[in-house]
């Protein structure tokens, strides 16, 4: 059994994003919520929560995986690029993967190590991310089998072990596993994080598309005049507001964003659409 000083005593998370930060911060603010954001490697951004209940393990109705996998849908909607949340609390840790508007995927283990998802799981967040589908998935498998001297904050690093070969690389003075405040405390003492927060405006929302402008989603977006914008705009509201109302009634933050930005996607789409007819 691994030592209990090396599992997950508290509430945690980090949320990184397959982008550089200045990507990343247009969209970062639209999740209602002030984050620490700082490189996490070549291509990679991470964005450490600064405060709030759903890290306090005590006044949220949400569990912290529930609440980070809709802060993770939440970034991944406004932009090209996947979005990976790591999470971890007093009884398990795992990971979430958010990819547009597919579902996301993930896998948990118990305090102890244990694993306990599926093994389908692991090779779906391997495909989604580009990893090679052999030495990569390889490396990955040992984190779905039994390990007594892997605890849940091992199986972590093991994660970011693999992802290194993709970029990844967790800025010095944090480690998963590590309580949110220690985590935040490393990240504030860094020359190159900054901290973002909810401007409150329209004008947010529109900042946010602009960054994926130039991406492979611009033909979508309000602006591009492109016949497919107006379509994703209905599919957006469609999905976006059943997610809010559900999100509302359970008091969950991170679905009730995740929610609100589609809506406030589509509602913009379509309204630019009205203002601005094509030639």
């Known amino acids: 059994m691994p030592p209990e000083d090396h599992a997950p005593a508290s509430p945690g998370a980090l949320l990184l994003c397959r982008a550089e930060p200045g990507a ?14 700082s490189p996490a490697g070549e291509g990679w951004s991470l964005l450490v929560p ?6 306090s393990g005590t006044d949220s109705a949400d569990p912290v995986d529930r609440v980070l996998t ?3 849908t939440a970034l991944a909607v406004g932009a090209p690029w996947p979005v990976l949340a790591l999470w971890w609390d007093a009884d398990r840790a795992g990971y979430t993967l958010a990819s547009g508007f597919r579902r996301p995927v993930g896998y948990v283990w118990l305090t102890d190590g244990t694993p306990a998802g599926e093994d389908e799981a692991m090779r779906t967040f391997a495909a ?15 984190l779905t089998e039994p390990d007594p001297e892997a605890d849940a904050r091992a199986r972590l690093r093991g994660l970011l072990a693999v992802l290194a070969r993709v970029g990844v690389a967790l800025p010095a003075g944090l480690e998963p596993g590590d309580p ?3 985590l935040r405390e490393a990240l504030r003492e860094r020359h ?3 901290r973002i927060e909810w401007s409150g405006s329209w004008e947010a929302v529109r900042t946010g598309l602009s960054a994926v402008d130039a991406s492979r989603v611009g033909p979508c977006l309000p602006w591009s005049g492109d016949p497919r914008a107006r ?8 999905a976006g507001l059943p997610l809010t109302l559900w999100g509302l009634r359970r008091h969950s933050g ?10 406030a996607q589509g509602a913009l789409t379509l309204g630019y659409g009205l203002t601005h007819p094509p030639d």
């Open 24 to 37: 990343v911060v247009p969209v970062a603010r639209l999740l209602r919520e002030s984050v620490l954001l």
């Open 70 to 72: 809709g802060w993770a």
């Open 50 to 55: 600064e405060s709030g209940p759903h890290l």
């Open 192 to 194: 190159d994080a900054q």
């Open 180 to 182: 949110a405040d220690r």
């Open 128 to 142: 989604r991310l580009g990893l090679d589908p052999v030495l990569d998935v390889d490396s990955l498998g040992p």
């Open 231 to 238: 379509a994703l705009a209905l599919a957006q509201i469609a």
């Open 254 to 263: 991170g679905w009730t964003t995740a929610g609100a930005l589609l809506l």
